[in-house]
């Protein structure tokens, strides 16, 4: 199939976007796709937890993790669309320059938020950049609480934002933090978890939602 370009990105600090784009890269791999990941966020957290995932676990054929200077992403992503079926771009959470280009060339704009009054109306400059480059967003409640009350509330709000919410939610789960610390993905850390099943929905959805 031809590459998908994913990007993840979240203005607002804090918002899980690194796990979630870590994970989603993992489920991929496992269903036999060729990944790779850009890591433009100055923090090179993704680039970090695939040098843990090559100590701890060896050979991490399946999964290529580019760690690239936001400016030269143009070009990267020509590049390792060539080779791979997926390809994911960890943005910066800042509007700068590299996020817009990682916007600009998505397939589709994975927006992880948790649902609290501050994160959603911090996610509306995402919104706003990603309308501007004129690509499609999916919103993905992260770090879902169980406190179904609020989670509703701000549901009935990200609506009013006019963008697509996934149906696939992520739980606020201890294993993402568990996985991330072995160099893992949460389907590898606890294949049979709740939180396992929720990053395969995903990952199936977003794929679908990128089409």
Known sequence: MAAKILTVAQQKGGAGKT????????????????????????????????????????????????SVGGWKLAG?????????????????????TEAKIAVRHAHLVIVPVQPS???????????????KEKAPVLLVLNRVPPRANLTDDMLAEIKD????????????????????????????????????????ALSKEVLKAAS
């Open 117 to 131: 009054p501050m994160d959603v109306w911090a996610t509306e400059p995402t919104l706003d950049m990603a309308q």
């Open 161 to 200: 934002y006019g963008a697509k919410v996934a149906r696939s939610r992520i739980g606020n789960r201890v294993g993402f933090g568990g996985a991330m610390l072995q160099g893992q993905g949460v389907t590898e850390f606890q294949r049979s978890s709740r939180a396992a099943q929720e990053i395969r």
């Open 19 to 66: 796990t979630l784009a870590a994970n989603l890269a993992v489920a991929y791999a496992q269903a036999q796709m060729r990944v790779a990941v850009a890591d433009i966020d100055p923090q090179q957290s993704l680039t970090m937890w695939n040098a843990l995932r090559a100590k701890l676990h060896g050979d991490t054929a399946g999964l290529t993790v580019s």
């Open 76 to 96: 990267e992503i020509d590049r390792l669309k060539r080779d791979h079926d997926v390809v994911i771009v960890d943005s910066p959470p800042h509007a700068e």
